[in-house]
């Protein structure tokens, strides 16, 4: 079957457990992802995805996914976006059934339609794509899951090595979304400065290019401890560092959805938008929420409510919050 997938890196993660568990109910399935050329290499690292196809916006490159997706025989298509141009490669491809969510008057482009559910409406995010791959009235699903590649494993070990009885804290201080989604950046080292005090470890401080600035800036205020990778990464060594720390300290973000992919349980600073739609998925993550504000799940990129909401969480609830992980990670480790 073909998933048309999702955008963005947070998305692309919350729809990750439907699929696995469509895949156990349905062993043999060879599944190829459509997906944008920079998630390649996410969906690579996933175990129930055997192939991709990248897409780019150029209408070249929608005919030329539709004559690979031709090609390869599939006979299912299903359409996790909710746009008219994410259905068009499948219609294009004359894919006999395609399935997705009614709206944007693209009915004529799918063959059957699905309405969301009253539990994906007021619930996480990940009900969403339950309800598009038609699984049913589930009660849990299983977490999103990565495998890190061993290449990938070993560069990130040369470039975070770990001395004895020390771990390794990543900090995100980044955001795709931008201000809105963003905690402080001198929060972010009163955090570390705090955790530091009484647990051994190191930091690295984890961004795309773009935050390059500002996460060498935070890495440079916390001092020899840190270690700055924004931009220096590929997606999947940004990835297995995420998986060699013993917790994240993150904003809502697409590193906070890659952290809880691979296990790593996250100290997670949400403003004003919602983390009973967006929250990470798995165990063992501490949410730290702005008291007294009306979660949304569209908050523009740049809000004074939302600026305000985060400046009002104090780096001692975050510091707390990852050093509780830290206890129960490694108990032994714990002063």
Known sequence: MLVCGLNWLGDACMSMPALQYFCSRHPGTRITMLTRPSLTPLWDMHPNVHATIPLRPQLGSMLSAARCAKDCGIETAYVFPNSWRSALVPFFARIPTRIGTRGHHRGILLTKTTRESARAKAGHQQWEYVDILGLGDLQELPPPTLVVPDAAAQAVEALMPSPEMTDWIALIPGAARGPSKQWPQEHFVSAAQQIAENHPCRFVVLGTAGEAPLCDAVAAAIGDRA????????????????????????????????????GTPVAAIYGITDPIKTGPLGPNHQLIRADGVTASRDVPRDSIEAREALQSISPDRVSQAALEILKTRNPERSQ
Do not use: F, P, Q, Y
């Not at 990778?229 to 697409?254: H, M, Y």
């Open 227 to 262: 270690l700055s990778l924004a931009g220096k990464t590929s997606l999947e060594a940004l990835i297995a560092a995420l998986d060699r720390c013993a917790t994240v300290i993150c904003n809502d973000s697409g590193g906070m959805h890659l952290a809880a992919s691979v």
